[in-house]
C-alpha cells in the first residue's frame, strides 16, 4: 500500500494519491489531471476510483476531466446531487483497491454531503481517514457555505458536524492517520494548522473541535463565532463542481496563446479584457501596462483571483515572467476562471522595447514612510479586519483587500494616500485596483508591518481584556 499526499500550497491544498496492487484511487484532485496520469504511469497502476470529500468551493476539483480520461468511477458519499454519472455511495459503504479497503462515512456539517473516506489496510486494519474539510489539524470546516435556503443555518450544519465528529470520527482508533483536504492559508476553516496531518490522537488532545467536555451549543457558538464572509467565487466553484465544466486541455489551449505587444493591445481593446500582470511586486511597480491589476504568482494566487475578480467568464489576458505563461492560465482555471484568451508575448520588456506607454506606482519603504508621516496623512491599510484588531496604526483607517470592491466608494480620488499590509504583498495589489479605476493619489509602502510597529510610527496594539488587572 501506498499513500501519498500531493499538497498545493497556494491554495493549502491537499490531494492523495492511494495505491495498492496495481489499482489506484485519487481523492480530491485538482483542476490539472497530468499530475495524476503520470504518477499511475510510472508506477505502472490503473486509476480505478476517484473519491470526491464534498462538493469544493475553493477549487474545482479535476475529477469530471480526470474520470474521462480513465474510466475511473467518481464517487461521492450520500446527497451528492450532480449533472454527471457518478456512484453515490451509501453510509458503511466499502470499496475495494487492490489489497486495501475504503469505507464510507458520511459526516456531514461543513456541507450536507460531506463524507470521511476510511482507509483499511491489507490487514483490515483502520489505518487513516480522508477527511476533507469536515476536521483539519487544529479546527473543523465552517459550517456556513451550504446553506441551501433559508431552513437550513450555519447553526444547523454546525449540529451536525458535532455528531459526525462524535459519532463517526472520535470513534476511531487513536494512532489513525487523520488527511484532511486543507491547511494553513485556506479560507474553509478558522484556525488550521501549518501541519498537514497528525494522528486521530493528537487530535483529539489538542483540536478544541474534539474535546469531550463540550456540550454541542458550545461546539456550535465556537465554530461559528467571528466567522467572516466567504469570498465571492466559493458558490461558484462549488457549482461548477456539482454541473461540470470546459475540459482542462480547451482552457489551456486558448489560454497559452502568445501575442505580440500590437496584439496583445488589440485584443485588450476589442475583448475589453482585464490586464492581469503576475510577475513579482518589485518588478510590476516599476513598470506595468496601464490598467493593469497585478495578483503576483508567487503569493496566494488563486485565493485572490477568486476573491477579487467577479466574473469568473471574464476575458483576461496575462503579462508574466518568461516560461510562466502557462502555469498561470493552469492557476486561474483551478478556480474557474477558464477565459485566459493570450499572453504577452516575451514579457513586459517586449511591452517596453515596442514603446507603448507604461504606468508606475509610487512606492516607498518602511524608513521613507516614517520619515514623511505625521498624523494628517491618510493611511490604508488593506490587511484583514483580525490583523488590523491585534495591531495597526493609530491614525490609519482598515481597507481590507478582500472586499475591496465593496468599498471603493470610501476613498477620494482627490485625497493622498499611503497604502500598506502585512508585506507590500497586498497593498501592491490594492494600489494596482484603485490605479485602475482612476485613483492617481497612491503611495505605496513595501516593508514588514513589524518595521513598521518598530519604527517611530505610532500604534495601537489590542490588549486580551483577560491581562488588564
Known sequence: MKVEQIY??????????IESDGEAAIIDPLRETAPYLEKAKENNTKIKYIFETHFHADFVSGHIDLAKKTGAKIIYGPNADTAYEKHLAKDGEEFQLGKVTFKILHTPGHTPESTTFLLKDEQGKEHAIFTGDTLFIGDVGRPDLAQKN????????????????????????????VYPAHGAGSACGKNMSSETWDTLGNQKANNYALRTDMTKAEFIKEVTDGLLPPPDYFAKNAKLNKTGYESIDAVMERGAKALSPREFEVVANETDALILDVRSK???????????????????????????????????????????????VKRLARVGYDNAIGYLDGGFEAWEESGKEVDRIETIDVSAFAEAYDEKISVLDVRKPTEWKSEHIETGANFPL???????????????????CRSGYRSTVAASILKARGFEKLINVQGKFDDIAASSIPTTVYVCPSTLK
Not at 510590476?284 to 490598467?291: L, S
Not at 471574464?314 to 516560461?323: C, F, M, R, S, T
Request: charged share 25%.
Open 8 to 17: 498545493t500550497g497556494c491554495l493549502a491544498q491537499g490531494a492523495y494519491y
Open 150 to 177: 433559508g431552513s437550513l443555518t450555519k447553526e444547523d450544519l454546525a449540529g451536525w458536524l458535532y455528531d459526525s465528529l462524535r459519532n463517526k470520527i472520535m470513534t476511531l482508533p487513536d494512532d489513525v492517520i
Open 282 to 328: 518589485e518588478t510590476f511597480v516599476k513598470g506595468f501596462i496601464p490598467n493593469a491589476i497585478f495578483i503576483g504568482l508567487d503569493g496566494s494566487f488563486a485565493p485572490w483571483v477568486g476573491a477579487l475578480i467577479p466574473d469568473l467568464m471574464q476575458p483576461i489576458l496575462i503579462v508574466a515572467e518568461k516560461g510562466r505563461e502557462e502555469e498561470t
Open 402 to 420: 478582500d472586499y475591496i470592491n465593496k468599498h471603493m466608494s470610501e476613498v477620494n480620488k482627490e485625497e493622498t494616500y499611503y497604502m500598506h
